[in-house]
Nanobody, 125 residues
Framework: RAQLVESGGGSVQSGGSLNLSCIVS????????MGWFRQAPGKEREGVAA???????NYADSVKGRFTISLDKAKNTLHLQMNSLKPEDTAMYYC???????????????????WGQGTQVTVSS
């Protein structure tokens, strides 16, 4: 069955860096993009970064210039390099896979059918 497993979360100070990984295994149906999402307590899940299988990327305005998403197809692994972390980046981070459709849809959680369990990122000031 399809499985996404995240790792790499942790606690860092403001300005620090983390590299999240998501290992993909199993069979997926109609998947053309992958993404990273986050959810802080009391807030809705929001798209952080997405990448199509063509390697075209999309980022939330709040992380542009600080986060980089990449897909290693040979290793079936999705990465999110996070630099210059801020306390407002604190959240549970989820890896997801889906069809997505148009480029404008790639940061919308509803476009994704497969989800990992999440990895916690905590940034202290």
């Amino acid at each position: 069955r399809a499985q996404l497993v995240e790792s790499g979360g942790g606690s860092v100070q403001s300005g620090g860096s983390l590299n999240l990984s998501c290992i993909v295994s199993g069979s997926f149906y109609a998947v053309e993009c992958m993404g990273w999402f986050r959810q802080a307590p009391g807030k809705e899940r929001e798209g952080v970064a997405a990448i199509a299988y063509s390697h075209k990327t999309n980022y939330a305005d709040s992380v542009k210039g600080r986060f980089t998403i990449s897909l290693d197809k040979a290793k079936n692994t999705l990465h999110l390099q996070m630099n210059s972390l801020k306390p407002e980046d604190t959240a549970m981070y989820y890896c997801a896979a889906g069809y997505c459709g148009s480029y404008s849809n790639t940061l919308h959680p509803v476009q994704y059918d497969y989800w990992g369990q999440g990895t916690q990122v905590t940034v202290s000031s």
